[in-house]
């Protein structure tokens, strides 16, 4: 009897390393991919690279993860769990567009130097990403750009200069330029910006 009583216990022991094991493999094959998607970019990453630096077959990969929307999936949300994108509804509680536009900048720009090498390779990946992935990270920056036009003044052609200045503020190619390319730290990029914003308005 208590031979059967163990064996009884032991079962759900298994089960239980079992699934940890299937989680930490899950795990580093997640990280491997993000390391990847970080060094190469995207469109460089392979499943036999993944396999690899994980240390898995790619059998195993493919098990956890059955086509590509379910790797990047997994990714992102490790990725993004890790550095945060700034919270647009953050900011639209702030009723003053100048002072808005400002915060916007300090928590984007702080953030693209957290993550550049990242956003650089899937900026420069973005078409080989799959559908739904591309969407939600380029979707991100339509909703920033929105809750920063939101509550302006201007009208007609000047509200039209006022969003393409908005939409050069926020772009992260803006920001790499001002800072790594001209040598300017954030506060200055982001004084040059809102001055850019505000001559918009005619």
């Known amino acids: ?47 036999k690279a993944i396999a690899e630096l994980s240390g898995v077959q790619r059998a195993t990969v493919y098990r956890h993860f059955p086509d590509e929307q379910a790797l990047f999936d997994a990714c992102t949300a490790h990725y993004f769990n890790r550095h945060p994108m700034p919270n647009p509804q953050s900011w639209a509680a702030i009723a003053q567009a100048d002072e808005r536009l400002a915060r916007a900048l300090a928590e984007l720009y702080a953030w693209y130097g957290e993550t550049e090498q990242m956003i650089a390779n899937s900026m420069r990946d973005v078409e080989r990403v799959p ?14 750009h929105a809750t920063l036009l939101a509550g302006r003044r201007e009208r007609g052609r000047r509200r039209a200069c006022a969003s393409a200045a908005i939409g050069h503020a926020i772009s992260f190619a803006t920001w790499r330029s001002l800072v790594r390319e001209q040598g ?19």
Do not use: C, W
Not at 131 to 144: N, P, Q
């Open 184 to 202: 300017l730290d954030d506060a200055e990029a982001i004084g040059l910006m809102t001055a850019m914003v505000e001559a918009a308005r005619g």
């Open 131 to 144: 559908a739904a992935t591309r969407d939600s990270f380029l979707g991100y920056f339509e909703m920033v």
């Open 1 to 47: 009897m208590s031979n059967q009583s163990e064996r009884l216990q032991a079962r759900p022991y298994r089960k239980t390393k079992r699934a940890e094991e299937e989680l930490r493999t899950r795990e580093r094959i997640t990280e491997a991919a993000v390391e990847l998607h970080g060094t190469v970019g995207p469109a460089h990453t392979t499943v």
